[in-house]
């Protein structure tokens, strides 16, 4: 497995097909909670291939692609918020590449990018139904925190926040 941080629109349209996957898969999930699909489609997953690269190439920001051969397995992504702290996010692995490390990997370049541009705390947005993901974000040290942003009406019963130190 290979995990690089990608700059080129090329490589944004394939992290943005793997979130359109992901965004599929979130809102099928989110419909058992009565999240309306628009909803959760504008609230997370309203980026164009352009404008994640806009976000991701920023300083203090960073986006990752993990490959296994020549095949796309995953992708995570990392951007200052609004008070200054990171927040990883477009966390995503490819069914067929689960359970071959490609999580860890992903986090683990983000938290090292993270780490070298000298952020001290990370922050990040999940959901309920989420556990795999929520029990590999424990394992790499982050807890549940207060709410750091606005969310949507439908989706405050279903948003875990977390954070850790760097």
Partial sequence: MEVRAISSLADFEQAHALIGAMSKWDAEQSRKFGV????????????TPETLMDKFTERDAGFFLARIDENIAGCAGYS????????????????EARGKGVARGLIAACLDAIRNDGY??????????????????????????????SVPPSLQPITVFMEREI
């Fill in 80 to 95: 200052k918020s609004d008070d200054g702290i990171a927040e990883l996010q477009n966390i995503y692995v490819s069914p």
């Fill in 36 to 47: 309306p699909d628009a909803e959760l489609i504008g609230y997370i997953y309203g980026n």
């Fill in 120 to 149: 001290t705390i990370v922050r990040l947005e999940t959901a309920t139904f989420m556990s795999e993901a929520i029990a590999l974000y424990d394992a790499f040290g982050f807890r549940k925190s207060g709410q750091f942003r």
